[in-house]
């Protein structure tokens, strides 16, 4: 995928429209045009089919590939990169570690990134087959992928799942309570949505709560990245949620797919490979 840039520039200039002219048509900034062409970014995959219509051309001769060639996963992890999430370089992590790379969810901002982001979860909940009653967002992070994913899970699949969230405290005035949305009651199956685990503190907190109002049954997490990595012990964070909740926590993706994505130019990056598997042979677990 790194001849894509260069393929864009050269289509542009026969066109003989300027990175203005092409990014107003896109509704987007000249400035990203420029870094694609440059090679400083990867445009999203929902820009591929109206790229391929200003030009004239189908897809495959765009791209040399088809817009469904991309699998989920692959599409998620560019996703991720286009919009600031992936980052890479030296970032300390609350373990203290220097971790190569860093996933940072709040840089998810606008209408279309929640919508797009929703849509993943629900493809994940989709081939994965998981089966809830309820969708449980922890307060904060949580409530926004709870609302977007039962929205894409309705319009994508007709799958018309409940969703709820926590307050931080308890409301003493108007309805009331701790949860707002659907309230879940004794027997309900609840799938917990999150952007990632790190200690598991959010999940203990969130299952105090969720049991201290009713008999419910939370066999099922999903999370963005699995970072496949030691925590205080041999065991992932990940590994330990299971292990002490019995709860199955599953993953869009982790960074063996993120690796993976760069060695097969999905994203770019191939210069950071090496500080990659340095780090996950020093700190990575078995999935």
């Not at 009653?133 to 699949?157: E, Q, R």
């Not at 049991?211 to 997490?221: E, Q």
């Amino acid at each position: 995928m790194n001849h894509i840039g260069s393929k864009i520039k050269q289509l542009r200039v026969v066109k003989g429209s300027t990175q203005e002219e092409l990014a107003s048509y896109l509704q987007i900034t000249y400035q990203s045009v420029s870094k694609w062409e440059t090679g400083g970014s990867l445009p999203d995959i929902s820009y591929l089919p109206h790229l391929a219509a200003y030009f004239g051309i189908t897809l495959d001769e765009l791209f040399g590939y088809r817009l469904d060639a991309l699998n989920y996963k692959e599409r998620f992890i560019q996703f991720m990169a286009n919009s600031g999430v992936l980052k890479f370089g030296e970032f300390k992590l609350n373990s203290g570690r220097i971790s190569p790379y860093f996933i940072n969810t709040g840089n998810y901002r606008t209408g279309a990134q929640i919508a797009k982001l929703g849509e993943f979860y629900a493809e994940c909940i989709r081939e994965k087959g998981l089966q809830a009653d309820v969708l449980y967002g922890p307060a904060y992070k949580g409530i926004p992928l709870a609302v977007a994913t039962g929205i894409m899970l309705y319009a994508k699949f007709g799958m018309d799942w409940n969703y709820s969230f926590d307050r931080k405290e308890v409301k003493d005035h108007g309805e009331g309570g701790m949860i707002v949305g659907y309230h879940f009651k004794d027997g309900d199956r609840l799938l917990i949505v999150e952007d990632a685990i790190t200690s598991g503190k959010v999940l203990r907190e969130a299952m105090a709560k969720i049991l201290g109002i009713a008999k419910v049954k939370v066999s099922d997490m999903l999370v963005s990245v699995d970072r496949l990595e030691k925590g205080l012990t041999e065991q992932s964070a990940i590994q330990e949620v299971e292990r002490n909740f019995g709860i199955h926590v599953h993953s869009i993706v982790t960074i063996d797919d993120i690796i993976a994505a760069i060695e097969n130019g999905i994203i770019l990056g191939s210069d950071k490979l090496p500080a990659l598997m340095a780090y996950k042979e020093k700190f990575g677990v078995s999935k």
